[in-house]
């Protein structure tokens, strides 16, 4: 195991941490209460009523007197949102626009920022498409004949690809770097030595996003059925995208419930939104594949009771006895319905 945050020099974490404040760090996702001169809440690391958790805005520190978990606004990330040391610097260098030293970060970091870039630009086309481009009206009658508002598709950014083999690539994608950068994020598919194309086309899309926000990839389904092509169709795993880790619906979720108590994990992400529109916002979904050791090791470090929920077909039986042969040397003491 590489220690990363010796990449990053001490007095850079010295000098963010001395600009960002605990207090406006914790309250975005823990509303704090003033009370004397620290900020309290209810811990969001233990199960409690009345409030332990406590913020001391001049040592800029966190303790919780119930179950005695401590820290500075890094630390709070790292085990809060389950981001690594590196990516908690990044995320909070990120809010007050400082730059972290590139001797912090290694290349393949460099190389991953263009993916991700090129992933989100990709995600604001799709939006867009899906709210101006006229043959979205497929998509939008799909959308809302499952119910669906514009709201939760705003807050899923679900989106538009339109049909055609470049929409893609000609708006987002003109340089030689770009391209290069969409194939390695599995938009474009390498046809030969200077062509590609779009990997998604006439599709309704659903960006799947990482804890910290930012999309890996995309999911597809189809609006035209009639079509030879297979109804749903996922990225392809990437640099960034790594499918026996991710959930979808799982970033989603954390914004609307803090303390993710109990989870539901589900076989789609038709069935995350979904139920995320009913008002059930702790749903999440493996992304085509079956769920892994890592899904719900990731799931039990916020969650204390995981609901699994799959069709009653012999495809989700199959599923549901071998997520329970998963989960039973995992339980230690948590609920697994
Ligand atoms: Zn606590």
Known sequence: ????????????????????????????????????????????????????????????????????????????LIDHNSLSFVEAVELLAGQIGM??????????SVEHNLIYNILSEATVFFEQQLRQQTLAKQAVQYLQDRGLTGLTAKNFRIGFAP???????????????????????????????????????????????NRRGRVIGFGGRVIDNTVDEPKYLNSPETDVFNKSQELYGFYEARQTIQKLDAVIVVEGYMDVVSLAQAGITNAVATLGTACTEQHVTSLLKTATEIT??????????????????LCLPLLDGKNVI
């Open 163 to 209: 049909p055609g083999w470049s929409n893609l690539l000609d708006a987002i994608a003109k340089d030689p770097e770009k391209r290069t950068a969409g194939i390695k994020a599995g938009l474009f598919i390498k046809k030969d030595a200077n062509k590609c194309y779009d990997r998604f086309r006439n599709r309704v899309v659903f960006p799947i996003r």
């Open 1 to 76: 195991v590489v220690d990363t945050s010796k990449r990053i020099p001490e007095d850079f974490i010295q000098s963010l941490l001395s600009r960002i404040d605990i207090v406006e760090v914790i309250n975005a996702v823990v509303p704090l209460r003033k009370a004397g001169s620290n900020y309290v809440a209810c811990c969001p690391f233990h199960n409690e009523k009345t409030p332990s958790f406590s913020v001391n805005k001049n040592k800029q520190f966190y303790h919780c007197f119930g179950c005695g978990v401590s820290g500075d606004a890094i630390q709070f």
């Open 308 to 325: 699994f929920c799959f069709d009653g077909d012999t495809a989700g039986k199959k599923a549901a006895w071998r997520s329970l042969e």
């Open 99 to 108: 730059q972290v030293p590139q001797s912090g970060r290694n290349e393949a």
